[in-house]
């Protein structure tokens, strides 16, 4: 736990351990993710002992997405976007999110959640490393080490 922390906060101070190198906004936004992840992976533990994972998927996709429809109209600003455009936006929503999270709440029937959680740490890490290669954006050796 001491070294999962300080390697945040090596990351969110770029070694200058007195000031923040992020956005107060970002480090709310940070919080508030690490606790919905956590949440993510310990609630619907026992709901999938009794409704199948498909039902508690889609139960929790509705209810978000009419909850995110309140705080943001989808109609609102739509893009004009072409045919492969609204494909990729099919594809995202389809294999990015919908199967993606089907796959990860059916694993809770396997493994523990704790694991679970320990084993979805590792998409941040994947996300920095694809920033990295694809986009060359540079870390500072304090980073790196927050980073390991």
Not at 1 to 19: E, H, I, R
Not at 45 to 62: C, D, E, K, N, P
Not at 70 to 95: D, E, K, S
Request: charged share 5%; with cysteine.
């Amino acid at each position: 736990m001491v070294v999962a922390l300080l390697g945040a906060w090596l990351l969110v101070t770029k070694g200058n351990l007195t000031v923040l190198a992020i956005s107060p906004k970002t480090l709310w936004l940070g919080l508030a993710v690490a606790v919905a992840g956590a949440l993510q992976t310990l609630l619907p533990v026992r709901l999938i002992q009794h409704f199948s994972t498909v039902m508690v998927v889609g139960w929790a996709m509705l209810l978000g997405g009419i909850l995110f429809t309140v705080i943001h109209p989808f109609w609102v600003q739509v893009p004009r976007l072409t045919l492969a455009g609204w494909l990729g936006v099919a594809f995202i929503v389809v294999f990015g999110t919908m199967l993606s999270f089907l796959c990860f709440i059916s694993s809770l029937h396997y493994i523990s959640p704790t694991t679970a959680g320990l084993l979805d740490t590792f998409e941040p890490l994947s996300a920095t490393i694809g920033t990295v290669w694809f986009f060359q954006t540079s870390f500072n050796m304090y980073e790196v080490m927050g980073a390991g």
